[in-house]
């Protein structure tokens, strides 16, 4: 006797899968989604007859992907766009960026800043960003109001900003967010002291107590430039990297974000503690960072993700971007057109994103059991065909700009390339407010 089918939410038919994890490339396959998660991949004639669907959706010129992470921003920056182009990142810094967010920066500023980011991140195929910025609060209210998936770093400095007086302050300031929010359902949390540059020796004790007794990750900007670099060697005799190890900040839970001046032994380091790095390709390039070793951090075992930093210095929010310019400095600094594969990139941009956020078990492959955050890739445009491989299109060929469908925990939220829970002319005038204030 045959049974009926097995009634379920939402079925998704695509005429390829990559579910990232297992690897490979599946054809005309049915992804299937209940009560927000993913119950079943399958051959689309398996799926007729196995379920019935309140929604079907029809990607036939697409590819279904995992959601994109993008594992480190400042996600509010998207209001300083462009203030500052063409500058060190000292300078950048020190003389443009810090004096405008001690006059501008508020819980207002960093809403709005963050509904900007989400919709041009979601538009993108976004649909998980760590961000660490000030008013963490506020931050999770726009996530929470367009049904976005995000970790938010509770950031510590050891000087006064707008959001708190200093490192005690801000640390204060972070729990209660953190309190506020931690029954969220798309909200994680982690302490995100800027730079060992502007967090003191004391301060990171703090922070390394606080890690351990609340199970939380750090995350942090290091070995960024080759000056950060010299003048900690100056000033302790150690690199960044190998300071924070002295002070026992490393681990499975601590994400590095650059690390583009990290050496050998810095890579040895990071491979024993088990420690997950972010590159940014398009940050470090415009600010004349350097490139980081990335293809000799994966040969080592450690987890390499992506991250586009904010928009000030990059200034896209642009997981695609990001992986093609990956791939393409690693092949020519190595000089091997091998370097970093496709599959190794978009790898780096969902499930070594979802990794560092200690996310992997919820989302970054299209798993059985795990949160349906989707993404459809149009590939029906003369710029996308012919399509031999599907893998090297998303990272050679196509674009942001070819994401049609985004669903986060199965919400629908990009519905053929419409937001659905953001108002885009609201967000877009409320920018254009700011760039006026700003100016």
Known sequence: MNRPPREIDLRIDARWVIAVEPGGVLERHALIVDDGRIVALCPQHDA????????????????????????????????????????PLDTWLERYIWPLEARYVSAEFVRDGVELAVAEMLCGGVTC??????????T????????????????????????????????QRGFEARDR?????????????????????RTWGTIVTYARQLDLPIQTHVDETRLEVEKSLVATG???????????????????IHCVHVDSAGI???ARQGCHVVHCPASNMKLASGVAPVAAMLDRGVNVALGTDGAASNNRLDLFSEMRLAGLLAKVVSGDAAA????TLLHMATLGGARALGLDRSIGSLEVGKAADVVAVRFGDPETL?????????VHAAGREHVSDVWVAGRHLVNRGVLTTVDRGAVAARARSWQSRLR
């Open 48 to 87: 007729d007859a196995a379920f019935a669907a309140a929604a079907r959706v029809a990607c036939d010129e697409h590819v279904l992907i995992p959601g994109l992470v993008n594992a480190h921003t400042h996600a509010a920056m998207t209001l300083l766009r462009g203030v500052a182009d063409d500058l």
């Open 129 to 138: 960003f760590n961000d660490m910025y000030f008013f963490p609060d506020a």
């Open 140 to 171: 999770a209210a726009a996530c929470d109001a367009a049904g976005m998936r995000a970790m938010l770093g509770l950031p510590v400095l050891d000087f006064a900003t707008a959001w708190a007086p200093d490192a005690e302050g801000c640390l």
């Open 181 to 201: 929010w931690k029954h969220s359902a798309l909200l994680v949390f982690a302490l995100a002291p800027h730079a060992p540059y502007t967090v003191g020796d």
């Open 238 to 256: 150690e690199t960044p990297l190998a300071r924070l190890d002295r002070l026992g900040a490393t681990g499975p839970g601590f994400i590095g």
């Open 268 to 270: 040895e380091l990071l």
């Open 340 to 343: 970093l594969p496709a599959a």
């Open 386 to 394: 012919p399509v031999f491989d599907p893998r090297a299109h998303l």
